[in-house]
């Protein structure tokens, strides 16, 4: 499709799981943002790649949560040892670039830690 | 620490009348603004943004309006349709929109009655 994939849409695991969420942004979009989404907050900040490397990871909670692009394309959020607290709308965004103001997301991954 | 909110968590209307969205902002540094939509189970679609250097900016049947006096932000929907209903979030770009890192306010969940 044309816009950004992510998958699983759904995940439910279990506390101390290990659990890998996958993005793939807009055919050319450089820059990839990464979100999480609680119930009934807005986004926040995970971390933005601009092509290969992560530019920016100030938003990752703990040194549970890992993220990488290697391709500089698909986008892959890594989260060990998961805790009940982990659960949220994982959501992924991508823009042609990293300054041009419009971010353009997928429709998340709902990520449950029984 | 900086943030961005908004004062109305749910906004009530009928089809066809005018919508008022508003929000507060923080962050006196802060210089480009932008409103996402989100409807139920999808991730946030970009709006219309604003830079500091503007008061108003009109897209199609939404206007938005800074003040950047009182740090204050609102998004108004003309002739609002059952189409519109969804959380409306204000956000932040610190960076001037050298970057997409956005700070999201909590929300304001739109209801459009027929």
């Known amino acids: 499709g044309a816009g950004v994939s992510q998958t699983p849409s759904n995940k439910v695991t279990e506390k101390g799981k290990y659990v890998e969420l996958r993005c793939d942004p807009i055919?050319?979009?450089?820059?990839l943002y990464w979100y999480r989404q609680s119930l009934g907050q807005g986004p926040e900040f995970l971390i933005y790649f601009q092509g290969t490397g992560a530019a920016d990871d100030s938003g990752l909670p703990n040194d549970r949560f890992f993220a990488v692009r290697p391709e500089g394309s698909v986008s892959t959020l890594k989260i060990q040892r998961t805790e009940r607290g982990d659960s949220a709308v994982y959501l992924c965004a991508s823009s042609p670039n990293a300054n041009t103001g419009e971010l353009f997301f997928g429709e998340g991954s709902r990520l449950t830690v029984l | 620490g900086e943030s961005v909110g908004l004062h109305l968590p749910t906004l009530s209307v009928q089809e066809g009348d005018n919508s008022i969205i508003n929000c507060a902002y923080s962050n006196s540094a802060s210089d480009y603004f932008i409103w996402y939509k989100q409807e139920s189970g999808k991730g946030p679609q970009f709006i219309i943004d604003?830079?500091?250097?503007?008061d108003k900016r009109q897209g199609q049947r939404v206007t938005v309006l800074l003040n950047k006096t009182v740090k204050h932000l609102s998004l108004q929907i003309a002739a609002t349709q059952p189409g519109d209903s969804a959380v409306y979030f204000c956000a932040e770009n610190p960076s001037g929109g050298a970057t997409n890192k956005l700070i999201f306010g909590t929300g304001t969940l739109l209801a459009v009655q027929p």
């Open positions: 055919s050319g979009h450089t820059a």
């Open positions: 604003i830079r500091s250097n503007m």
